[in-house]
């Protein structure tokens, strides 16, 4: 969005209710999305995330409230200029699987805007080559991989020119080393002016780029919302901030005397589950830490907290975090253990010691395996 283009709203909603079955997944939902905004949309599992999406392109009929797009009501809109104005794309890709990669991006304007087989043809080989897969025009689905038939579900979103795109998890259906690829075209189509587009997505990291703002989805509301930094670094109200606090990270608040190394295990390995860690990593996870705990930490310090994130990289971050006079693990005579220093050193790609008003703070980055 240039800065000084007026403010107009492409997405206004009010007082949007929907149950299911006497259940209400939606009370009275209000939100605004500017033309030209990129909002993520987080929030609990069943916090009506998806139903939220969902009525806004019609695909469910709301029970009550209002949705403007562009400033028309879309009960008086008819529900194809709808869709050719407002695009989806979902966490299954649903593509054809009897039609190559370039015939599931030409069908929508072929069938639905009567473009032309040659100028439709040409539009999907630019839009093959705008996700990177432009070897790639011939391949039927089942011969591509997750997140090359994602890139291919996108580009048939764009074939239609929408002014507005809804992302519902684009990346949740996917192996863990392809979602990369798939948030990079849609941060390239975020940073291109004029796209208005809601993204739902656990990714935190992504969000946290991403967005121009971020919406808090919980209990059928937008319960919070605002600048990624408000939401993720200061989140005002008490259910955004244990979400944020769930999702992004594993805290452990540490004293030697009721440490419990079998949950805190479990708990590792409940973060190793969750972001999917290879074994390799999630066994190197645990030697990193009973060797800092066993050789240094127990012996040398006091009050550790220990945080544990995934960044969008699907790095694991680790930040030590300890009172007392300053003293760095990494350092020679800090009393650590030199086989504490090997496997950090061998393992990590980043190390970084900070002193922190009277606190001590040790970051460790484990990079992705794949990657490496
Ligand atoms: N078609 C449907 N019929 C009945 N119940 C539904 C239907 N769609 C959604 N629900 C219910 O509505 C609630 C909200 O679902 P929704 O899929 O919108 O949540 P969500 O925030 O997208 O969750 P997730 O993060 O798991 O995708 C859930 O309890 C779900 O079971
Ligand atoms: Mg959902």
Redesign the pocket.
């Given at each position: 969005m240039s800065p000084d283009a007026p403010i107009r709203s492409m997405i206004e909603v009010k007082g949007l209710c929907?149950t299911?079955?006497g259940?209400h997944?939606?009370r009275n939902l209000d939100a605004t999305i500017n033309k030209g905004e990129i909002v993520s949309i987080v929030?609990?599992?069943?916090?009506?995330?998806?139903?939220?999406?969902?009525c806004l392109n019609l695909l469910?009929t709301p029970d009550d409230g209002h949705i403007y797009v562009d400033g028309v009501d879309v009960d008086k809109m008819d529900v194809r200029k709808l869709r050719m104005k407002m695009g989806m794309v979902f966490?299954q890709f649903n593509l054809f699987p009897h039609l190559s990669a370039l015939e599931n991006i030409m069908l929508a304007p072929t069938s639905l805007r009567k473009t032309p087989k040659a100028e439709a043809k040409e539009q999907a080989l630019e839009l093959l080559d705008k996700v990177g897969l432009s070897g790639k025009a011939w391949a039927f689905p089942w011969e591509l991989s997750g997140g090359q038939q994602q890139r291919v579900a996108i580009a048939r979103t764009l074939a239609m020119n929408p002014e507005i795109i809804l992302f519902?998890?684009p990346t949740s259906a996917l192996d863990p080393t392809m979602v990369n690829e798939v948030l990079g075209v849609i941060r390239s189509l975020a940073d291109e002016a004029g796209m208005t587009m809601a993204i739902?997505t656990?990714e935190m990291r992504f969000a946290r780029e991403v967005s121009d703002r971020v919406f808090y989805?919980d209990q059928?509301v937008v319960y919070e919302e605002g600048s990624p930094e408000q939401i993720f670094d200061r989140p005002k109200r008490d259910r955004t901030r244990a979400f944020i606090r769930r999702v992004d990270t594993v805290r452990f608040e540490i004293n030697e005397d009721d440490f419990d190394f079998y949950r805190f295990d479990a708990q590792l390995d409940d973060f190793a589950m969750k972001h999917l860690l290879e074994p390799e990593r999630r066994q190197l996870l645990i030697d990193v830490c009973e060797e800092l705990f066993d050789n240094f930490f127990f012996t040398f310090v006091h009050q550790l907290s220990f945080a544990l994130g995934i960044t969008e990289k699907r790095e694991v971050e680790l930040r030590f975090t300890y009172g007392g006079p300053e003293v760095n693990p990494m350092v020679d005579d800090s009393g650590a253990s030199l086989f504490a220093r090997a496997i950090i050193k061998k393992n990590a790609s980043e190390v970084d010691f900070e002193r922190v008003g009277d606190e001590n703070v040790l970051e460790l980055v484990i990079p992705n395996v794949k990657t490496v």
């Open positions: 929907k299911f079955n259940v997944v939606l929030g609990p599992s069943g916090a009506g995330k998806s139903t939220f999406l969902r469910e966490q519902d998890e739902v656990h989805m059928g």
